[in-house]
Nanobody
């Protein structure tokens, strides 16, 4: 059974930083594509950043240059370092893992950026 456990959300002022973590269990983490999504109130869930098992990393235009996704395969953990946070980054952030085209999601962690 694949499980994803997230941590690291919170309340921060605009311009501040947060680091989210997501630790996976029940799968060979290094062989999986992983990603971060977010969902703001009243909006659809949107893709933020992703990392393939082959090592490539991509970002949504809205976070490029501010957010950094990294992964530690030895710890089965993916991180999202968020810098220069803006109020529009406020959302619930979800970790995502692809297991043979079947999606797995974390429970979500709230990020609130005050102006």
């Amino acid at each position: 059974q694949v499980q994803l456990v997230e941590s690291g959300g919170g309340l921060v002022q605009a311009g501040g930083s947060l680091r989210l973590s997501c630790t996976a269990s029940g799968t060979i983490f290094s062989a999986r594509d992983v990603a971060w999504y977010r969902q703001a109130p009243g909006k659809q869930r949107e893709w933020v950043a992703g990392s393939s098992s082959g090592g490539s990393t991509n970002y949504a235009d809205s976070v490029k240059g501010r957010f950094t996704l990294s992964r530690d395969n030895a710890k089965s953990t993916v991180y999202l370092q968020m810098n220069s946070l803006k109020p529009e980054d406020t959302a619930v952030y979800y970790c995502y893992l692809d297991l043979f085209k079947r999606p797995y999601w974390g429970q979500g962690t709230q990020v609130t950026v005050s102006s």
